[in-house]
């Protein structure tokens, strides 16, 4: 059973609504992460500390109504500390599972390049089957599983990049920025006479939805239909970042799919039952920003990432 797209609008409208009540701006943000929580995907977020990216993502979860976890990365986490595992019971003279954070609906994994390559691999599996083995035996997560995982790029002591085929499995690199100065006035004022931790429920943000709801607006996507040369587009601007110059290594088949599933959403979202150019255009930078890497020379010169997908962009011929 899916719902209708003007149900899906009003439903995105409400939460948008219960986020705005605790989040000033960021509505580019908000965006992004309604689109990707529609198309199923995961969400990477960057940016300095204190412009709430933490605080945001526990809103969202709020308001979605979906059981929430949180994951605190730091260098001496280990696999076990966010898969679980079977602990041997002396009572029972059995093992028993002891699940970790990782099983819950939505994960916030916090200031994850804080944590060694071999603890972030153990989201792998997670992010891409919503799934979780442990012992050799499988366990199912919620179909709705989704990471929304935050970073910090001013420090390099103590961190530890995240590999290839992690990053490859985010749909959207996000960048949360200073807000203006009208903006952070009004956080000033919102905030400033809080004391102690801000929660979510502090600011009135209730659930508008559950784990139902959202799975019947994942199945309107059904409704969207995508064009043949909206497809060989999308196709034509993924090959385009194998191919150029200042482009040490490209995206793969996967992001095209991704990009292909997020415009849909967006069209969705749009009260749309179509996709059109902009839709991809809109999120090709979001898409791409951390599934490629700068040429040694494109370094050297200073080429800007986003300027060159942008450039990509505008130069792959689109559909009328």
């Known amino acids: 059973m899916s719902m209708t797209l003007a149900e899906l609008q009003e439903l995105a409208g409400s939460i948008r609504g219960e986020v705005a009540k ?3 701006g960021q509505e580019e943000t908000v965006e992004h992460l309604l689109i990707a929580l529609v198309s199923q995907g995961h969400v ?12 945001l993502a526990q809103c969202f979860a709020t ?11 730091t260098p001496d986490l280990l696999p076990g500390d966010i898969l679980g595992s079977n602990l041997f019971n002396f009572q029972t003279s ?3 599972l002891t699940r970790g954070p990782i099983f819950c609906e939505l994960l916030l994994a916090d200031e ?3 944590t060694p390559p071999k603890t972030q691999a153990a989201l792998l599996e997670a992010m891409q089957e919503r799934r979780v083995t442990l012992d050799g035996e499988t366990h199912p997560l919620p179909g709705h599983f989704t990471v929304v995982a935050t970073q910090n790029p001013i420090e390099n002591q103590g961190v530890y990049p995240l590999p290839e085929a992690q990053l490859d499995r985010f749909l959207f ?3 949360v920025g200073y807000p203006d100065e009208t903006e952070e006035a009004a956080i000033v004022t919102r905030f400033a006479d809080k004391g102690g931790p801000v929660r979510a429920a502090d600011y009135g943000i209730v659930p508008v939805t559950g784990t139902d709801k959202l799975g019947e607006a994942a199945a309107a996507l059904d409704d ?3 064009a043949q040369e909206i497809t ?3 196709v034509r601007l993924i090959r385009s970042t194998r191919e150029h110059g200042d482009l040490a290594s490209g995206a793969s088949p996967r992001a095209a799919v991704l990009l292909a599933r997020a415009a849909r959403a967006r069209a969705a979202l749009a009260g749309r039952d179509y996709v059109i150019p902009d839709d991809v255009k809109a999120l090709a930078i979001s898409v791409l920003r951390h599934r490629l890497l700068l040429s040694p020379a494109a370094e050297i010169e200073g080429r800007d990432m986003e300027e060159l997908i942008a450039e990509l962009v505008e130069t792959t011929e689109a559909p009328r």
């Not at 990477?44 to 605080?55: D, Q, S, V």
């Open 94 to 96: 059995a093992f028993t």
């Open 232 to 234: 060989d587009y999308i």
């Open 44 to 55: 990477l977020l960057e940016g300095p500390p204190g412009t709430a990216k933490t605080f």
């Open 22 to 24: 605790a989040i000033v």
């Open 63 to 73: 308001a979605l109504g979906l059981d929430y976890g949180r994951i605190q990365f």
């Open 173 to 175: 690199k996000l960048l």
């Open 112 to 114: 994850i390049n804080r």
């Open 224 to 226: 969207v239909t995508m």
